[in-house]
């Protein structure tokens, strides 16, 4: 299973959300540390949901890095993340 589709069955089964977006962008990183060629090292994602609401923007981050800290052991070297409730995402908040 590709990183991508590994990355999609763990947000389905941990995050309750309205919307989510993964892109693998590791072409754009050619010729940077830890792009490996032929694999998903570096990834966009995208997600909005209300299991953000009361938390800060590191706080969201630790919840994707630890539910994604298999995925950083086998190789993928970097994500960006843009991680919205409900009304940040509707008010253009970002």
Do not use: P
């Not at 070297?77 to 940040?88: I, P, R, T």
Request: net charge negative; no cysteine; charged share 30%.
């Amino acid at each position: 299973m590709k990183r991508k589709s590994k990355i999609e069955e763990i947000i389905k089964q941990n995050i309750n959300f309205e919307y989510y977006k993964i892109d693998d962008v590791s072409e754009s990183h050619r010729g940077h540390a830890g792009f490996v060629e032929g694999q998903e090292t570096h990834i966009n994602i995208l997600i909005v949901s209300d299991d953000f609401k009361n938390l800060n923007r590191v706080a969201r981050q630790r919840v994707l890095n630890e539910l994604l800290f298999e995925e950083f052991k086998n190789g993928l070297h970097a994500v960006s993340y843009f991680l919205f409730s409900k009304e940040e995402y509707k008010s253009g908040y970002f």
